[in-house]
C-alpha cells in the first residue's frame, strides 16, 4: 500500500504553498487596495500574474502526477467522518483554486493586461471592477483563503493533537503511523 504521494506531488504541493501564499499577500494586502494609477501597481500586478501562472502549471502538474502515479489511501482513518471531510476539503481546494486561476486568466485576458504589465503596451483600465471574472475572483480568492486556513489548522492538529503523522504523507523521511489514527 502506498504510504506517501509521489515526490512530484509533494515537490509541486510545497512549490505551490509558498506561491499561494505570496499571490493571496500580494493580491489582497497589496493590490486590493492600490489604484490603477498609482505607478507601482503594474509591478505588483506583474509578480501576482507570474506567481498565477506559476501556481497554474505545477497545479496542473500535480493533478496529472496524482492521476498518473497511485496515491496513498484515503481512508486513513477508521473514522470515515475525518476520511470524508479530507477529500472534500481537498476536493473544494482544487476545483476553488482553479476557479481562482481561470477568473484571473479572464481579467489578464480581457484587460490587456499581459502586454501592459510583460510589454509596457498601453495603461491600466481605470478599474478591474468592470471586468466580469473580477468579482468571481475575489470571491474565490476569499473562499480558497478560508479553506486553506482550515486546510492548516487540520495539518497542525492532526501532527501535533492527533499525533497520527499524517503530515508525512507529504513529505520525505519515515513514516511512522501511529496507534492514534483510529
Known sequence: MIQRYHYLVVITHWLSAI??????????GVLAD????NPDKVDFLRI???GGILILVLTLIRIMVRLWKPVPSSDYFENSWLNRSGR??????????L?????GIGISALSGLPD???????????????????????VLALIFSV??????????????????????RMWYGKIRKSNSCK
Do not use: E, W
Not at 506561491?19 to 489582497?28: E, P, S
Not at 472534500?88 to 483554486?97: D, G, K, N, P, R
Not at 476557479?99 to 477568473?103: I, M
Not at 486556513?149 to 508525512?168: M, N, T, V
Open 19 to 28: 506561491l499561494i501564499v505570496c499571490a493571496i499577500g500580494v493580491g489582497m
Open 34 to 37: 492600490m489604484h490603477n494609477s
Open 99 to 103: 476557479g481562482v486561476l481561470v477568473s
Open 88 to 97: 472534500s476539503v481537498h476536493i473544494l481546494l482544487y476545483a476553488v483554486l
Open 147 to 168: 479553506l486553506l486556513l482550515l486546510h492548516i489548522f487540520a495539518a497542525i492538529y492532526h501532527q501535533l493533537i492527533r499525533k497520527d503523522d499524517i503530515f508525512s
Open 48 to 50: 501576482h500574474v507570474i
Open 116 to 138: 501592459i504589465v510583460f510589454f509596457g503596451k498601453g495603461q491600466l483600465p481605470d478599474t478591474f471592477r468592470t471586468f466580469p471574472p473580477h468579482a468571481a475572483h475575489g
